[in-house]
């Protein structure tokens, strides 16, 4: 009887045989020539392919009113929403109904004189 196992006849060979560390990171001796390219391979670089370039955006016709879009009517009640939620806490909790409702028509009045002075003619 041998001494190898069955499950390995034949798995030792040199051409089933994986290469090893060495054989892996070998150096090519100095001063050699590059080898040839392999079957299949390019001997030179390919170019490299253009950019792509989106094309610009068609000009839109808009009306002279929509050319201007003014946001500070929607960043004036995001700010109210945002100022009046911890300004009700408070003023509610200190002098409650009456400091609530303080509060609640400041952030109108704000609101009132701010719609009234922007005024579309």
Do not use: K
Not at 35 to 43: E, I
Not at 65 to 77: G, K, W
């Amino acid at each position: 009887m041998s001494s190898v196992p069955a499950y390995a006849d034949g798995v030792t060979t040199s051409e089933r045989r994986e290469p090893t560390n060495d054989q892996l990171w070998a150096q090519p001796p100095v001063g050699a020539a590059p080898a040839a390219p392999g079957q299949g391979l390019a001997p030179y670089a390919s170019p490299a392919p253009a950019p792509y370039i989106p094309p610009a955006p068609a000009a839109l016709d808009l009306p002279a009113h929509a050319a201007r879009c003014d946001r500070t009517q929607f960043v004036l009640a995001i700010v109210s929403l945002g100022v009046g939620v911890p300004l009700t806490g408070i003023g509610a909790g200190v002098s409650g109904l009456p400091g609530l409702l303080v509060v609640w028509i400041g952030i109108v009045l704000v609101n009132l004189v701010y719609g009234w002075t922007h005024r579309r003619p």
